[in-house]
């Protein structure tokens, strides 16, 4: 039942270490989420599963795959293989295309040609998800506001055919009520025999709204945390 399995990661840039021997293992169908405060490592984590970082060492097996290993050049080289096994990440913050519209951004992430085919479907779906969207779909995302943009990122990543999602801290720079409904419209998701991780630091935003919290602190993983606040 295990979707990914990281023994002994370590990672960092250049000389810097940023993450020390971490172990972790996500189940299929779980919603996972990794808590900690800001430059502690979480973005680092998902860098290192997608490889974007600098070098990184240890196991990374993804659904049975070796994604990890020993690496200290070629950073990106291996994350078109990695994407298409099935990896979708939300980059931190708002990474748009400001002059495309909400439907040309959302069919961005249709980029399989099973998910091109079904794109008006997974449009749809997306649209179900984010009903603020729907209305939106001719809009420049340029214009939006945050919370929508933030909407639309996230459901970029969903219109790929992915088994693990990343979303890297969905709620930065967004009012607690457009927070709220983000993270709720993650709890919505089916991610059927895949997984979801997503980086917060807002513990409380998170109550109810996943399985299982996981502490950062110092590129190290500190179990589980329920509702104990990180310090
Ligand atoms: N490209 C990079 N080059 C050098 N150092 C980096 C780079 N990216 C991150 N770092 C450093 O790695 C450490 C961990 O950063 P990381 O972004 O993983 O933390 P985080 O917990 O995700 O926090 P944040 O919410 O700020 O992203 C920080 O000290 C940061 O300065």
Redesign the pocket.
Known sequence: MTLLKITDLSA???P?R??HEINLTVERGERLAIV????????????AITHL??WQRGSILFDGVEIGGQRSLGEGRKTPGIVRLGVAMTP?GDAIFPGLTVRQHLDCGAWSKQAWRERARRREAIFDLFPPLRKLENTTVGTLSGGERRMVSVGRALMTEARLYLI??PS?GLAPVISQRVIAALREIDVKDGAIII?E?NVTLLDGQVDRMIG?HA?RLRGDVGHVELG
């Open positions: 960092g840039y250049g810097l940023v993450l900690g405060l800001n430059g502690h490592g979480k973005t680092t984590l998902f860098r970082v600098g931190q890297d801290e930065l980086a630091q950062m590129g």
